[in-house]
């Protein structure tokens, strides 16, 4: 019932004890979600500690959500902390930015969506409101010029690379797209595949997405709430960072005390 590649980030219909949690800290309301090895990025270098910076507690069995503890985080050279970080040996994006675009100034895993259909993919253009998701968005309330796939008859599932560029959105001088924020985009739909090629603003710019807006109202602990998987669609969308979307799911988005660290 889950829907995983590469980071391990779980999604449950309703949290068994079997699943288990992303890796996401916060610091500043911001959300971060773990997104490469520092080893498959060149160049990294771990800069100062970065202070205020928490884990959420992880209630992937369900009941109250544990109070969330300090872990250590450095900058990385270069990069704003409110951009990555790097935490345990893995960097961490917050949610917003947009990694595999042009402009983002760490360089992972090469990723291009559309090797197979640039002859045959058909070109569109849709419109619609961008719901964040690690390391990218989806559109909601999606008009297009031709027939693009659907979650839940509302939600579809933008990918990007290094061929797609945002025009009008950024922050800190890097690509950002705030949840909630109105879109045009240019892309090329090949099979189940929507690939962004050019997104613009198409209303008043929205400046940012909050830990509350991914992680739920209750990150910093209380009774168990559904997080925004179901409000925002989130589907499988990239090669390192993806999330999965259950109809009427719930995304566990806090990575559970103990669990064996990756890298």
Same mark, same amino acid.
């Given at each position: 019932?889950?829907?995983?590649? $590469?980071?391990?980030?779980? &999604?449950?219909?309703?949290?068994?004890?079997?699943?288990? #949690?992303?890796?996401?800290?916060?610091?500043?309301?911001?959300?971060?979600?773990?997104?490469?090895?520092? /080893?498959?990025?060149?160049?990294?270098?771990?800069?100062?500690?970065?202070?205020?910076?928490?884990?959420? $507690?992880?209630?992937?069995?369900?009941?109250?959500?544990?109070?969330?503890?300090?872990?250590?985080?450095?900058?990385?050279?270069?990069?704003?902390?409110?951009?990555?970080?790097?935490?345990?040996?893995?960097?961490?994006?917050?949610?917003?930015? +947009?990694?595999? =675009?042009?402009?983002?100034?760490?360089?992972?895993?090469?990723? !291009?969506? *559309?090797?197979?259909?640039?002859?045959?993919?058909?070109?569109?253009?849709?419109?619609?409101?961008?719901?964040?998701?690690? %390391?990218?968005?989806?559109?909601?309330?999606?008009?297009?010029?031709?027939?693009?796939?659907?979650?839940?008859?509302?939600?579809?599932? +933008?990918?990007?690379?290094?061929? *797609?560029?945002?025009?009008? +959105?950024?922050? /800190?001088?890097?690509?950002?797209?705030? !949840?909630?924020?109105?879109?045009?985009?240019?892309?090329?739909? #090949?099979?189940?595949?929507? =690939?962004?090629?050019?997104? &613009?603003?198409?209303?008043?710019?929205?400046?940012?997405?909050? %830990?509350?807006?991914? +992680?739920?109202?209750?990150?910093? $602990?209380?009774?168990?709430?559904? *997080?925004?998987?179901?409000?925002?669609?989130?589907?499988?969308?990239?090669?390192?960072? =993806?999330?999965?979307?259950? %109809?009427?799911?719930?995304?566990?988005?806090?990575?559970?005390?103990?669990?064996?660290?990756?890298?």
């Amino acid at each position: 019932m889950a829907a995983l590649l $590469g980071s391990g980030w779980s &999604v449950a219909a309703a949290a068994p004890a079997s699943a288990s #949690c992303a890796f996401v800290v916060v610091r500043h309301d911001r959300a971060y979600f773990e997104l490469w090895r520092r /080893r498959d990025v060149p160049g990294v270098r771990p800069g100062a500690l970065v202070a205020g910076t928490v884990e959420p $507690g992880c209630n992937d069995t369900g009941g109250a959500v544990p109070a969330p503890t300090r872990v250590g985080a450095r900058q990385i050279a270069g990069v704003s902390p409110d951009v990555a970080m790097l935490v345990r040996g893995q960097i961490l994006v917050a949610v917003g930015y +947009l990694p595999d =675009v042009r402009g983002f100034p760490l360089h992972g895993p090469v990723v !291009d969506q *559309t090797p197979a259909c640039r002859r045959f993919g058909i070109p569109l253009t849709l419109t619609g409101v961008a719901r964040a998701r690690p %390391a990218g968005i989806n559109v909601a309330s999606v008009h297009a010029s031709s027939p693009v796939p659907l979650v839940d008859h509302q939600v579809t599932t +933008l990918l990007m690379d290094q061929h *797609t560029r945002v025009d009008g +959105l950024s922050r /800190r001088g890097v690509p950002y797209i705030g !949840d909630g924020q109105r879109v045009r985009i240019h892309a090329l739909r #090949c099979g189940w595949r929507v =690939v962004a090629r050019h997104i &613009v603003a198409n209303g008043p710019i929205v400046l940012g997405t909050t %830990a509350g807006d991914i +992680l739920g109202a209750d990150w910093r $602990g209380g009774p168990s709430i559904e *997080t925004s998987a179901r409000r925002h669609g989130w589907v499988t969308a990239g090669l390192a960072a =993806v999330t999965a979307a259950i %109809a009427g799911g719930v995304l566990v988005a806090r990575r559970r005390p103990g669990a064996a660290r990756r890298g």
